[in-house]
């Protein structure tokens, strides 16, 4: 007979076994309310790291699991379903969207906010937005995506784009504030755009005053990417390899067409200049035989470009992690060897270490390695005449070394004149490398339910290395005897410390949250830059200062030291989501001017519209409506730091004299010195929130008025020559921002479209006593002006060109000029009978009144395509290249010019005739002959991808993978003469191709 003992120890097993028996796998399906799979689920068993994501047809299998296992499904924009297993061994889960999107969390400056709680216009951008385009910055990934801000691109590698935020306000710089994890900085193009989980804009100034005097221009938040509480650590790798190719390279006169151009001159010398050619090289058909395309030879086409990066996210139970690991290689499209390089590692580890208190420590570093083109061999192509070859004849020497270079000094021209690839081949040997490391140290306490201490301490150190080395050459006219080295080292330092303390409750319908905080900063800037001559080329190791002659040393030091303190606070106020209320208030302390403090408040209303019983009853298509209006005051410290007192400064070469053979420096006695303040941000703003059709179309509107007051201003003193900066001007910047979105499925086809608009107007309000500034050198002036946009273009207007003799013979002006059919006719803008400067006038502007975008992406099964078109319009742009023929009328021209030259024949009424550019009537002025319409449309990305099934990755031990292939900016429409209309300071002269990009991309999640 069995024991007590035994009976127990049978009873125990045989519950083991039932136990054992009772794990299962659970497979199903996961829908929405269409009926419609959802791919990429989230199932996460409860308690533990392990879970599953759905396939394209939003099919799971999981397990073995317990009877009393819990399983959580998530997916973005849904709300989440937690379900016990028990004896189920197949769950099918319908997901129902959240009541909208108006939850999401978006980053406001110093904390977070509801979507529907925004009083101020936020534009958030998500990771796949910014990583849909194959793109070494994350700025230059969202041009045409988000209203209100304007991005013009560069070509040079590695290089970023311009930003501005709702137009210039300031004659200083006008970027924007980017605050990463936290840190303040001036740009983000280091940081690898994969890195980054999230982008806030903050457009307006009452969302970006809790930034005070660093936020005149806008800011941009950037979040990077963390672990998640409870998550198996998952490794990705996504890279691509593509190559870059110069679609638009600019067309320039032939020999053909050059040769008819010096004969039209009438000039014997230029004349001889083809004789010479012809002489030297051959002729065909009485030109010369040689016809060079300079710009295709200096256009490096099919450059590659390449990305490679490895990322781990996970977390365990009160820890999470993040780290990841990038390389980025791109070379440059000018034919000299240029290219940028950068490597870079991150780290991001948050621990809970009770419920009440969190450690968090954030480690990025960035290596960039740059080898720098020769930018100005650009508009060495472009004037350099087709009649001589790149290099010389063989057994012919022409005095030049180290290279065999072809040289038209040879030929007669001057030394204005060079082969663009001897230039680029000398000038290549300019690199740098800079170390950039950011880390920081969070700390977040809650003694209480509602109340949250945190301290945080950022730091950005960079390390900034630079060395060119100029060979000795003889370029015919053009020589360096002897070999340059020039070296610099700088050294940054800046930190932050922020401590804030957050209140929030909910008292029956009455939600509010309280916050207070205080800041201190310092940046540290160190620069020491040497230089000497004669230094052997050929090896690394040769290229130290002491190889040269220590008689020719020369050397530079400087730096700077800034620093802040700032106290601000914020109270956010939603009575029943119906009446939502935002004040902040930012006292900012700096040691740059006189007036050591400024103060910044905002306010903020809105008003839901949507939720109030009229309109939750009528039957209307309207999901959520709000109005709202913001005011708000910023700051701008962005203009250098003032003299503030009267100063004895070094002087130049007049106040300084030999002494005993030695150079003796004088001093200068500067008794003028400024008294600056802050530029001021005024700004406006009144915008709608509509969401229509189950939140299917979404519709955003924003009206703004931004006015820069007590604008540094150079002002001319009285007795004197010299200017002194004073805040005495006042800019405008007006418009309205617009954008509409709609997502919705056919069957199995999922789609979404959108499109975006900003209209922007740019005034000068006041400049003080002064009617107007002028810009730019005399040649191609630019004025800023009381009523009209800044660095407006500021010349003559032509109107038409003189077709015949009688019409010369009708013109007193023509008859007085000695004027010819084919030269260009003039405004007389006051009438008096003359041309002069009183005739000038407002020719256009770099400021785009139009800018523009819009999208389609459509998903089908395995399938994704996704197109995004931009563009810009009402914009204006002087052609600067062109613009030289009135100092070098024999340079060669475009194409464009070349073959629409008036004549008899061809009676155009824009250019004038081919010997009218040897007049300096028509070219020795600046007219609206230089300027020309920078409007352009774009197709900006094109990506087609496919994704692995679920099943067949986990076959691979998978949990996903995504082939894509990727065409950035196949295709530009534009007008300008040059190789991009996309032009920063609306000047077209050293401008870098930029190029389109075609690439294939892998991405593996295992």
Not at 239 to 244: L, P, R, S, T
Request: glycine share 10%.
């Amino acid at each position: 007979m069995l024991n007590k003992t035994t009976l127990i120890f049978v009873f125990l097993m045989c519950c083991m076994g039932v136990t054992t028996y009772a794990q299962h796998l659970v497979k199903g399906q996961v829908t929405d309310e269409s009926n419609m799979g959802l791919p990429g689920v989230n199932i996460k068993i409860n308690g533990t790291s392990e879970g599953a994501i759905t396939d394209l047809e939003g099919r799971y299998q999981i397990g073995p699991l317990n009877a009393d296992a819990e399983l959580i499904f998530s997916y973005i924009g849904m709300e989440s379903q937690t379900i016990t297993v028990g004896t189920q061994k197949e769950i099918n889960v319908l997901l129902m969207p959240k009541a909208s999107e108006l939850d999401e969390l978006v980053v406001i400056g110093y904390g977070e906010a509801k979507s529907q709680d925004l009083t101020s216009p936020i534009t958030t951008v998500s990771s796949e937005e910014i990583t849909s385009m194959n793109t070494s910055s994350a700025m230059s990934a969202i041009q045409g995506k988000v209203p209100g801000v304007n991005i013009v691109n560069s070509g040079v590698p590695g290089e970023g784009p311009s930003v501005r935020i709702r137009g210039v306000g300031s004659l200083g710089d006008a970027s924007p504030l980017y605050v990463v994890d936290g840190m303040f900085l001036e740009d983000i193009n280091f940081i690898n755009p994969n890195d980054i989980e999230s982008m806030s804009i903050l457009k307006d100034a009452s969302a970006a005053a809790i930034y005070g005097v660093r936020a005149a221009n806008g800011v941009v938040i950037i979040t990077t990417k963390s672990g998640s509480e409870d998550q198996k650590m998952r490794v990705t790798y996504d890279g691509y390899y593509g190559v870059q190719h110069v679609q638009q390279t600019m067309k320039m006169a032939n020999t053909e067409q050059y040769a008819n151009l010096l004969r039209a001159s009438g000039d014997k010398d230029f004349e001889m200049l083809l004789t010479k050619s012809m002489e030297h090289y051959g002729s065909h058909n009485g030109n010369p035989s040689t016809d060079t395309d300079w710009y295709n030879e200096l256009v490096n086409n099919f450059a590659s470009i390449q990305n490679h990066g490895v990322s781990l996210n996970g977390g365990f139970e009160n820890t999470t992690y993040s780290f990841g690991v990038n390389y980025f290689n791109q070379e440059s499209t000018m034919n000299a060897g240029g290219f940028y390089e950068r490597l870079s590692v991150r780290s991001k580890v948050d621990f809970k270490l009770t419920e009440k208190f969190k450690l968090g420590t954030n480690l990025m570093i960035t290596n960039e390695f740059r080898q720098k083109d020769h930018i100005t061999a650009w508009s060495d192509a472009f004037r350099a005449a087709p009649i001589y070859p790149v290099y010389e004849k063989d057994g012919v020497d022409n005095g030049d070394f180290p290279g065999r270079y072809a040289n038209p000094h040879h030929l007669g021209y001057h030394s204005y004149y060079a082969n663009p690839m001897a230039m680029s081949d000398y000038h290549s040997n300019d690199r740098t490398k800079y170390t950039r490391i950011l880390p920081s140290f969070t700390a977040e306490y809650k003694p209480i339910l509602d109340l949250s201490l945190r301290s945080a301490l950022s730091m950005d150190m960079g390390f900034d290395r630079g060395r060119k080395y100029t060979p000795a050459f003889v370029h015919g006219d053009i020589q360096n005897p002897l070999s340059q080295l020039d070296k610099y080292n700088q050294w940054n330092s800046n930190y932050i410390w922020d401590n804030t303390a957050t209140y929030s409750k909910e008292l029956g319908n009455h939600h509010f949250s309280i916050m207070g905080g205080f800041s201190v900063r310092e940046e540290t800037r160190r620069k020491l830059s040497v230089g000497i001559s004669d230094v052997p080329e050929g090896r690394e190791e040769y290229y130290y200062i002491t190889n040269g002659d220590l008689n020719s040393f020369r050397g530079t030091e400087e730096g700077r030291r800034d620093r802040g303190v700032s106290a601000f606070s914020r109270m956010s106020y939603n009575y029943d989501e119906k009446y939502l209320l935002s004040l902040t208030m930012r006292a900012d302390g700096s040691s740059k001017y006189q007036d050591k403090w400024g103060y910044f408040p905002s306010i903020g209303a809105g008003w839901v519209i949507s939720n109030e019983e009229f309109l939750k009853s009528a039957n209307t298509p309207i999901d959520f409506l709000k109005v709202r209006a913001s005011w708000g005051l910023l700051g701008n410290d962005k203009i250098d730091a003032n003299r503030g007192v009267a100063a004895v400064e070094s002087g130049g070469i007049n106040q300084s004299a030999i002494y005993n053979g030695q150079f003796v420096p004088g001093m200068l006695n500067n008794t003028l010195f400024s008294h600056l303040g802050w530029e001021l941000v005024e700004e406006t703003n009144v915008g709608i929130d509509v969401k229509l059709l189950d939140y299917r179309l979404d519709v955003e509107v924003d009206y703004f008025r931004r006015d820069t007051k007590n604008m540094a201003v150079h002002n001319q003193k009285n007795f004197t020559s010299q200017t002194v900066r004073e805040n005495t001007g006042s800019v405008r910047n007006s418009g309205i921002e617009f954008m509409v979105n709609w997502s919705d499925k056919i069957g199995k086809l999922r789609y979404s479209v959108g499109a975006n608009a900003t209209y922007l107007r740019n005034s000068v309000i006041d400049l003080g006593d002064q009617p107007y500034l002028f810009h730019n050198s005399p040649e191609f002036r630019q004025i800023s002006t009381v009523g009209m946009p800044m660095y407006s273009f500021f010349g003559w207007k032509t109107d038409g060109v003189y077709q015949n003799q009688a019409e010369i013979e009708a013109c007193d002006i023509a008859k007085a000029n000695g004027l010819k059919p084919g030269d260009f006719r003039f405004v007389d803008t006051n009438g008096d009978g003359v041309i002069d400067d009183e005739d000038r006038q407002i020719l256009g502007n770099y400021h785009p009144n139009w800018s523009y975008g819009f999208n389609i992406n459509l998903n089908y099964k395995n399938w994704g395509l996704g197109v995004v078109f931009q563009g810009v319009s009402g914009v204006d742009i002087l052609n600067m290249k062109r613009g030289e023929v009135n100092k070098n009328p024999i340079n060669n021209i475009d194409r464009d010019l070349a073959t629409n030259l008036w004549s008899p024949e061809n009676p155009t009424n824009k250019y004038p005739s081919a010997e009218g550019l040897f007049n300096p009537w028509n070219t020795g002025r600046f007219t609206d002959f230089y300027i020309e319409d920078g409007s352009y449309f774009r197709i900006q990305n094109i990506r087609f991808s496919y994704d692995l099934p679920q099943q067949t990755a986990e076959k691979m031990k998978l949990q996903g993978m995504q082939i894509y292939l990727n065409a950035d900016r196949p295709y530009t429409h534009f007008h300008t003469n040059g190789f991009t209309p996309e032009v920063g300071n609306g000047i077209d002269y050293d401008m870098h191709p930029i190029a389109a990009v075609y690439s294939l991309g892998l991405k593996v999640n295992f």
